[in-house]
């Protein structure tokens, strides 16, 4: 059985930082795409990150350089390093399994998600 759990969230100044964590159990890191998707009010789902079992990564442009996603296959935990965080930033962070590749950040592309968690950047 998947099982993914975001947590981590909180409120930030703009320009500093946070680190979300997804706790994963029935996957195996090895062989899917993980990713990092967010979602503020009124919009879509949109991408931020993927990781594949190689550890080759994909960013969305508005996130490349300030943000991070890395795996601990020891303990099948994703993270999500988020540095120089701006106010549009803010939206709810879900960590979701894909695929057995990373093509695109795509949400269609992704089959289980967790539950969600907040972040909120005030300027």
């Known amino acids: 059985q998947v099982r993914l759990m975001e947590s981590g969230g909180g409120s930030v100044e703009a320009g500093g930082s946070l680190r979300v964590s997804c706790a994963v159990s029935g996957v195996n890191f090895d062989r899917y795409c993980m990713g990092w998707f967010r979602q503020a009010p009124g919009k879509e789902r949109e991408g931020v990150a993927t990781?594949?079992?190689?550890?080759?990564?994909l960013y969305s442009a508005s996130v490349k350089g300030r943000f991070t996603v890395s795996e601990d296959k020891t303990k099948n935990i994703l993270y999500l390093q988020m540095n120089m965080l701006k106010p549009e930033d803010t939206a709810e962070y879900y960590c979701?399994?894909?695929?057995?590749?990373?093509?695109?950040?795509?949400?269609?592309?992704?089959?289980?998600w967790g539950q969600g968690t907040q972040v909120t950047v005030s300027a």
């Open positions: 990781i594949n079992g190689d550890g080759i990564t």
């Open positions: 979701g399994r894909g695929g057995h590749y990373c093509w695109l950040i795509r949400a269609s592309d992704f089959t289980y």
